[in-house]
């Protein structure tokens, strides 16, 4: 059995601490196969459930990505327009001279829509090893849960880029400004936006950037993994790590871009499985087939490659090299384009993303497969995802 095979792998990886438990699900030419194994919580010993909640992290991003692209098909944005057309501040936007804080010069052009899909704008994170990273911590960037996604977008603007846009690709919060701006043009909250254009036509009634007093027992609590102790360890406060960002489950005024939605494995395959034709459950067109087909591809120099992300971690995994390295970037979306950068595993288009506690989805259009990982581990050992990938593309093709 399949079911049994794989959940017998992820039990091994709950044995050497690596995790606490996973859930997980493929689609394969219209025939599903799903597991769990092991707990929502470490402590109690809760099992995991069909239906229990996950903090998505950066898979918060694609959905985003989508929204936007759906303002684009209604000729409500394009991907070329600048972004202070939305954001006047933007206008005042200073970029690094020689990587040096203090040393700042003009822009050479504007950031425009498209930038901010595929990471070129010039932006950075606060868990990246560079001086933009360092200000957006000392800032406090989205360590807030009580300030608004616009308050958290002005902090941004207000600090130099890292690059001028269009020059590198650097993984940002250029998401969270994107998400700002869908609710500048539509003049409502990203969440209603969200809500009405793809999560009620997907009846993805259980993503949310609130989770109901009645379903917080269903959040599977996270951990951070500790590779020289092997242990997991609870979350706490670290300077420049992504676990210093709110994420709270009780607000309800909450939300950002680029992070901050909590789904299920169910909910979020119902979106994955979405990214194959656009439609919506009752066949109605989320995507049309000429915007869907903009999104997989790769629309990057090879001057801009290998794509990696330099997070300041307290682990190293020397045996595990960068798993981007056969990746191109699509419009939110990794997108495969070198098979042999891959060991041969997968197929040309490929796309998908991942979350930081180790969630991750892929899409294959040419093999008619979807898949959704779900877990809460930062900072997680590599292998959980290899295990995944691997088995998929040598167990069911």
């Known amino acids: 059995m399949i079911e049994e095979e794989l959940n017998a792998l992820f039990q091994d990886t709950i044995s050497k601490n690596y995790c606490q438990g996973i859930q997980w699900s493929i689609l394969k030419d219209n025939k599903i196969f799903k597991g769990k194994i092991g707990y929502l919580n470490l402590e109690t010993k809760k099992e995991i459930q069909e239906d229990s909640i996950y903090r998505i992290w950066s898979m918060t991003k694609p959905i985003i990505a989508i929204a936007a692209i759906i303002l684009v098909q209604k000729k409500l944005i394009n991907f070329d327009d600048p972004i202070e057309k939305y954001l006047p501040s933007a206008n005042k936007l200073k970029v690094l001279k020689n990587n040096n804080i203090s040393s700042l010069e003009a822009l050479r052009r504007s950031i425009t829509i498209k930038d901010l899909l595929m990471h070129t704008a010039g932006f950075s994170y606060n868990f990246l090893d560079d001086p933009i990273g360092k200000e957006y911590e000392n800032k406090k960037l989205f360590h807030s849960e009580s300030t608004s996604l616009k308050d958290e977008v002005e902090t941004i603007l207000s600090t130099p880029l ?10 940002s919060v250029s998401i969270d400004v994107l998400a700002h701006i869908i609710e500048i043009v539509t003049s409502k909250g990203i969440f209603t936006f969200l809500d009405e254009n793809i999560f009620k036509p997907l009846n993805m009634h259980d993503t949310s950037f609130f989770v109901d007093d009645k379903q917080i027992h269903k959040i599977m609590s996270s951990y951070i993994y500790k590779h020289i102790s092997n242990e997991l360890n609870l979350v706490k406060y670290s300077y420049q790590k992504i676990e210093n960002y709110s994420y709270p489950e009780s607000n309800n005024q909450y939300a950002r871009g680029g992070h901050g939605l909590f789904s299920t494995l169910d909910n979020y395959m119902k979106f994955a499985k979405m990214l194959h034709t656009g439609k919506d459950v009752d066949g109605n067109t989320i995507l049309n087939k000429q915007h869907l087909s903009l999104i997989n591809k790769n629309y990057l120099d090879n001057s801009f490659f290998p ?10 995994f020397l045996d595990y090299p960068n798993d981007f390295a056969p990746y191109g970037w699509g419009l939110g979306f990794r997108v495969m384009h070198d098979l042999k950068k891959n060991n041969n595993l997968g197929s040309i288009g490929e796309f998908g993303w991942g979350g930081a506690a180790a969630t991750y989805f892929l899409v294959d259009p040419k093999n008619n497969l979807t898949a959704v990982l779900m877990t809460q581990v930062l900072q997680a050992h590599p292998i959980l995802k290899k295990i995944f990938y691997e088995f998929i593309y040598k167990k069911l093709l």
């Open 162 to 171: 890292l690059f001028q846009p269009g020059t590198r690709w650097n993984y």
């Open 307 to 316: 794509l990696e992300i330099k997070s300041i971690s307290d682990n190293e």
